[in-house]
């Protein structure tokens, strides 16, 4: 490095400049803050006797984590299982297929404005409601099962990936497609040669965090019928078998953590 260069970093701390320079607008502003927190706490109803009834059962269902039972209702668990697993796989796999063109299209610096605009809005509405309330929906439409789930999982993966995947492309090193385009190289190969090898490491490593992201959705679409161990869950939990809600915990924490050791190493590989 230069001695030039040297010269251009700072040798001493400075304050940062202050956003609101008046010392009264700073205090007034503070005081609102706490006056607001403190009033918007009173309004919270609290029943401390539900709470008290809470902090028992909860006691219990705590004991029961402590003493899983894995075998008086493993058929439901597996079975439960299963279908999360099936969902959060093939959800996974749809999702990201549908992901590509569509954060493709929803890239400003690739697609013609009409497409950018149509991509984009398909984005803004697989994103505009909560998993669960998505879940309600199809639940509604298709009936109880895993297809509401597969459905429900797919949405929101489209919505996820397409978004990010669309702010890579964006965000991309201006020169290397500038300089594919200089050949005279077709749109297709622009997409081979410049965009595909800056954001395929990024791709992949959001694809396996979205997996992670469906399984732990599939546990909680399954309390509203979308299928998965989620429903099996909500049934042992209703029946107050605590041991057994304990078991199907522990599982879903086990599967949460083999994924996370699974996709950091593939993502290590990748990179």
Same mark, same amino acid.
């Given at each position: 490095?230069s001695?030039a260069?040297?010269?251009?970093?700072p040798t001493?701390w400075?304050? +940062? +400049?202050q956003?609101?320079t008046?010392r009264r607008?700073?205090?007034g502003?503070?005081?609102g803050?706490l006056?607001?927190?403190?009033?918007?706490?009173s309004?919270?109803?609290v029943d401390?006797q !539900?709470v008290m009834?809470?902090?028992? !059962?909860?006691?219990r #269902?705590?004991?029961?984590f402590?003493?899983?039972? #894995?075998?008086s !209702?493993? =058929? $439901?668990i597996s !079975?439960?299982?299963? &279908?999360?697993l099936t969902?959060t796989?093939t959800?996974?796999?749809?999702?990201?297929l %549908?992901s590509v063109?569509?954060? %493709?299209?929803?890239?400003?610096n690739?697609?013609p404005?009409s497409?950018?605009?149509?991509? /984009?809005?398909i984005?803004?509405?697989s994103?505009?409601?909560q998993?669960?309330?998505i879940a309600?929906f199809f639940?509604?439409?298709?009936? #109880?099962?895993p #297809?509401?789930?597969f459905?429900?999982?797919?949405l929101?993966?489209?919505?996820f990936?397409?978004k990010?995947?669309?702010d890579?492309i964006?965000e991309?090193? +201006?020169?290397?497609a $500038?300089?594919i /385009?200089?050949t005279?190289?077709?749109?297709?190969q622009l997409?081979?040669y410049?965009i595909?090898?800056?954001?395929?490491p990024r791709?992949?490593?959001l694809?396996? *965090?979205?997996? $992670?992201?469906?399984f732990r959705e599939?546990?909680?679409?399954?309390?509203v019928?979308?299928? =998965?161990i989620g429903g099996?869950l909500?049934?042992?939990?209703?029946?107050y &078998?605590?041991d057994s809600? =304990?078991a199907?915990?522990?599982v879903?924490?086990a599967i949460?953590?083999v994924?996370e *050791?699974a996709s950091?190493y593939?993502?290590k590989?990748v990179?």
């Open positions: 490095m001695r260069a040297v010269s251009h970093y001493s400075r304050r +940062p +400049p956003i609101i008046g607008w700073r205090i502003i503070q005081l803050i006056a607001y927190l403190i009033l918007a706490g309004s919270v109803e401390w !539900r009834e809470g902090l028992e !059962r909860g006691q #269902f705590a004991m029961g402590l003493q899983p039972d #894995f075998a !209702r493993w =058929g $439901d !079975r439960g299982l299963i &279908e999360s969902m796989l959800s996974t796999v749809i999702g990201v %549908i063109p569509i954060g %493709i299209g929803a890239a400003r690739l697609a404005r497409v950018y605009l149509v991509c /984009r809005a984005i803004a509405v994103r505009a409601l998993e669960i309330i309600i639940v509604a439409m298709f009936g #109880f099962g #297809f509401a789930g459905l429900t999982l797919s929101a993966t489209i919505g990936l397409a990010l995947l669309a890579d964006e991309i090193e +201006p020169g290397q $500038d300089a /385009r200089a005279g190289a077709s749109w297709w997409i081979n410049a595909q090898p800056q954001v395929m791709l992949i490593g694809s396996l *965090y979205r997996l $992670d992201i469906n599939s546990a909680v679409i399954g309390i019928g979308a299928g =998965g099996t909500n049934t042992a939990i209703d029946r &078998e605590y809600a =304990g199907i915990l522990l879903i924490i949460v953590m994924a *050791y950091g593939v993502r590989f990179q």
